[in-house]
């Protein structure tokens, strides 16, 4: 086919939005990574555009040798591990026996789940139940409340029971359990979209901030995002840096962008290498039966 | 399949009998079977409720934020897919399409701080050049008329390459001969995808658009919460924050599962007649 004139104009504007698109998105990540690596005195001149001044590491320097933060990042990266295996192993054992076509009451399970998904009692009756069950301001409360999503459950579902049945079968007739077929047959087969829900559920425990705002007083156990957010609204960690005396106005700017950046590199590094997965996720979640 | 349903039963349905703290006065001694009921036929929170200003606000401003969030936000990934289906450069629309998902994957809270830095009236970005361009600064989020503009562009920001995702697997699913067959009777670019692709994403806009009609009393809470300060409160405090701030922080639990349990229900009524429409138009249905 030859591309008439018309279209190739067709193509450039087409390219150029999507540049335009692309620039947007990513501005501001390079105006906040500048702003992380520039001297403070640069940018209370709002000289900081897209490339730093002054060039230095002392915003990370500090963030790093400040054990508040290591420690609320290695905390939250142990948090969003253990929360990911967690949720794939309840998500995994109630998605399995739902795609049994020989499941007795089935469908009942099934509306059981997914009533829980437009109907939920709310905020206060979760946190009045956590406080009787003494799980308030412990750290399992940031882990097991929130560890089984009926959406995700419902993707991998959709995906198990693409499966056909006759794999199933045959492995029944050579003599293995439910466990064994899922072990050998179906876990193998789910790559895809055991990938798609460590990215969705690792993200959500990351970026989760509310529920250790609402469930967790002690600041201990403060994931990244409770903490990054206190530290932009300048609440009290900043201060403490800055009176002693050490620092110059403004570097709690750079410091702030320093933050912000620690607590976007880990999603910002895992992310490419899971995208080719979670768009088949992100897609299977659109059918429902 | 014991312990799923186990953690159904305790973390979904058990709170479930917790709301009946919207109906009884409240006390920590008791268990909710147990507490005396409250005024006015067991009514009387949700008569307060509706008397409490700030939970009207935040009433109008759940609705408010939504109703914006779905005229700007839900053509906006329409309009995406259609443009990333015209580039035929594959490798670009490959890099495009994965710097567009990317903001869906951060947090709330660093985009908040990333606003914060870039739009701050003196000394961000944004600001900046717009000083330089001889504009005046623009408080973009300390300002009530301006934060609503900043929170439903940042919604878009946020989600638009993502939700193009699904429109772009309907488009693949279209019939190429069609397109084939459009190109000989001499269609261009234009009337193509006038013609072909719209009317084959049409299914799927049709219940997607159902599907956001049904949430529009739904509320989040990480985006309102950081994004709002007490400059802006006016527009900023939804349902969800509304709670917060009256039950966890005010210790009014009364009234704040009243209020909980008002949303739930009429979300899940208006999820409903969604459904029923979809259903009604031909659609499959969504629930």
């Known amino acids: 086919m030859v591309a008439s004139k018309k279209s190739i104009i067709g193509d450039w504007i087409v390219v150029f939005i999507c540049v335009l698109l692309i620039l947007i998105c990513l501005l501001p990540l390079l105006n906040i990574l500048a702003r992380s690596l520039s001297a403070s005195e640069a940018i209370i001149r709002n000289d900081v555009m897209l490339l730093p001044k002054g060039f230095n590491f002392e915003a990370y320097r500090l963030v790093l040798s400040d054990t508040k933060y290591t420690w609320s990042l290695a905390w939250t990266a142990i948090l969003t591990v253990i929360c990911v295996v967690v949720s794939l192993f309840m998500t995994t054992i109630c998605a399995y026996p739902l795609t049994y076509k020989k499941l007795k009451g089935r469908r009942f399970f099934s509306a059981f789940i997914i009533f829980t998904m437009y109907f939920s009692a709310g905020t206060i009756p979760m946190y009045l139940l956590l406080g009787d069950l003494k799980m308030l301001n412990k750290p399992v409360v940031l882990i097991i409340p929130y560890c089984l999503n009926v959406f995700y459950m419902i993707i991998m579902r959709s995906f198990l029971s693409q499966i056909p049945d006759s794999l199933r079968e045959s492995a029944e007739i050579d003599g293995a359990g439910p466990i064994r077929i899922l072990f050998s047959i179906y876990l193998p087969l789910s790559a895809p979209v055991i990938a798609t829900l460590c990215l969705f559920y690792a993200v959500g425990r990351w970026n989760g901030f509310s529920d250790a705002l609402m469930f967790m007083n002690d600041r201990f156990y403060y994931p990244i995002q409770l903490l990054l957010y206190n530290i932009i609204n300048s609440i009290s960690d900043i201060e403490i840096t800055t009176q002693e005396g050490f620092s110059p106005p403004g570097l709690s700017e750079s410091l702030k962008a320093a933050t912000i950046i620690f607590a976007t590199v880990p999603i910002l590094v895992v992310y490419p290498w899971l995208q080719r997965y979670f768009i088949t996720g992100a897609t299977l979640g659109a059918i429902k039966e | ?287």
């Open chain 2, 1 to 287: 399949m014991i312990l799923p349903l186990t953690y159904f039963v305790i973390f979904k349905y058990i709170p479930m009998t917790y709301i009946q703290v919207a109906f009884k006065k409240y006390t920590i001694i008791k268990s909710p079977w147990e507490m005396p009921w409250a005024d006015n036929g067991g009514f009387e929170y949700f008569i307060k409720a509706f008397s409490n200003r700030d939970f009207l606000y935040a009433l109008r401003n759940t609705i408010m934020l939504n109703l914006l969030d779905l005229v700007t936000g839900f053509p906006a990934p329409i309009m995406l897919a259609l443009l990333l289906n015209e580039l035929r450069i594959r490798w670009f629309k490959r890099v495009t399409q994965t710097i567009a998902y990317l903001p869906h994957f951060l947090s709330w809270i660093i985009i908040y701080g990333m606003a914060v830095q870039l739009l701050a009236p003196t000394s961000g970005l944004v600001n900046i050049v717009l000083n330089r361009m001889g504009i005046k600064s623009i408080p973009f989020l300390n300002d009530s008329t301006y934060w609503v503009g900043t929170y439903v562009f940042l919604g878009i920001w946020r989600d638009v390459g993502w939700n193009t995702i699904i429109y772009l697997a309907a488009i693949t699913a279209i019939n190429p001969e069609l397109y084939e067959a459009a190109s000989m009777d001499g269609a261009g670019r234009i009337k193509k995808m006038w013609h072909i692709t719209l009317p084959g994403l049409r299914p799927t806009i049709v219940v997607l658009l159902i599907l956001s009609l049904g949430r529009i009393l739904g509320s989040e809470f990480d985006r309102p919460y950081a994004l709002g300060n007490a400059l802006v409160k006016d527009v900023s405090n939804v349902i969800a924050t509304f709670v917060y701030t009256y039950g966890i922080r005010g210790l009014q639990f009364s009234l704040t599962t009243a209020v909980g349990m008002f949303q739930s229900v009429v979300c899940v009524i208006f999820l409903f007649i969604a459904n029923g429409l979809a259903k009604r138009i031909g659609e499959q249905g969504i629930v």
